[in-house]
């Protein structure tokens, strides 16, 4: 049988089957992951081949199916480990504020960039629009078209009032969406408003406990109405880390990455070179500022998380 993990302990993982069944499963024999040393060998979102235990109601992971991609954080203490927070990811979406909290655009940057290098599309979310005045409403839309030009799909939602909230389940309809933002934003009433039935959202914890699993969980799936799964990595804020040379930042970034064949360098900074179309784009206004300082600080190895 196959199924996509929605949950995991470390020993235990939850798989749910295409008909919706939810089994415990433990693993059978070592899986490993090319190019990495982890401590989990899979992680939620993953889709495995499983089969029931003899006359047990829990199963057994016997095959893990190749990755299209994947996210990890660094293990505390154990500097070479990584642990992969979740699998397939179709697209990530960040949850953000114009106000209490304003999300700062530099985390926005961040978050953008480390999508890029994971190579998973990225969308924003811009929600409390019941908070907006008008001029409130002109910033947003300035934001917007800052990130839309450069191929970011923006939404702008309230959690509270519920508006637009189906234009974000269209967004999610049959993919596997991570959703991520930082305290504060409303991420957790999002999610409520997408999944109605809070019962899903406490499925099984319940259950879990009982068989003493305790739960070291950085990520889980819930299954939603019409389709799909959200992913919420509760605890982290951030698309997990990845490390990206400083000479490779500027593919992440895509209207740099569509500029800088033009400069005059092939191994163009960007900083100060002569020739550097990117720094000519910067000027007359067709890359944003704002974008181009995050580049910068993301180079210099600066934190913009604040
Ligand atoms: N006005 C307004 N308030 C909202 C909206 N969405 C969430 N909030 C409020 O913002 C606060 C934070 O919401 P949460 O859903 O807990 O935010 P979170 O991003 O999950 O934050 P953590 O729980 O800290 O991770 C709560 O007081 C919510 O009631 C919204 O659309 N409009
Ligand atoms: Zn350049």
């Known amino acids: 049988m196959q199924g996509l993990i929605t949950k995991s302990t470390g020993s235990w993982y939850q798989v749910q089957t295409n008909g919706g069944q939810i089994i415990d499963c433990r693993i059978k024999g070592k899986f490993r992951t090319k190019g990495i040393v982890t401590t989990n060998p899979i992680a939620v979102g993953d889709v495995v081949d499983f089969e029931m235990e003899p006359e047990q109601e829990t199963g057994v992971i016997t095959n893990l199916q190749q990755r299209k991609n994947y996210i990890i954080r660094k293990s505390i203490n ?20 114009l106000a209490s909290p304003r999300t700062s655009l530099g985390f926005i940057d961040r978050f953008l960039v480390t999508a890029e290098a994971y190579d998973i599309p990225a969308r924003l979310v811009f929600n409390k629009l019941d908070l907006f005045s008008d001029e409130g409403l002109e910033i947003l839309d300035e934001y ?17 009032e519920g508006t637009n909230i189906e234009k974000v389940q269209a967004l999610l309809k049959d993919k596997v969406t991570l959703f991520s933002g930082h305290s504060g934003v409303g991420k957790s ?25 305790h739960t070291t969980t950085f990520a889980e799936a819930f299954e939603l109405p019409q389709g ?16 990206i040379e400083k000479q490779e930042l500027s593919h992440f970034f895509p209207e740099m990455r569509q500029r800088m064949h033009d400069c005059r360098f092939n191994n163009c900074r960007h900083i100060n070179e002569p020739g550097c179309a990117v720094l000519e784009a910067v000027e007359n206004g067709e890359i944003e500022l704002s974008r181009y300082e995050s580049y910068l600080s993301i180079y210099n190895g600066n934190d913009t998380r604040a």
């Not at 154990?78 to 504020?97: E, R």
């Not at 800052?146 to 959690?159: L, R």
């Open 78 to 97: 154990l500097s070479k480990q990584a642990q992969i927070i979740a699998a397939n990811l179709d697209q990530a979406l960040l949850v953000v504020t």
């Open 228 to 243: 799909g799964f959200i992913i919420d990595t509760p605890g982290i804020r951030e698309l997990g880390v990845i490390d």
């Open 144 to 160: 917007k078209a800052v990130y839309e030009k450069i191929g970011y799909p923006c939404y702008q939602v309230s959690a509270l």
């Open 189 to 213: 009433s999002l999610i409520n408003r997408l999944l109605p039935d809070l019962e899903l959202r406490t499925h099984q914890v319940s259950d879990w406990s009982d068989k003493g699993m």
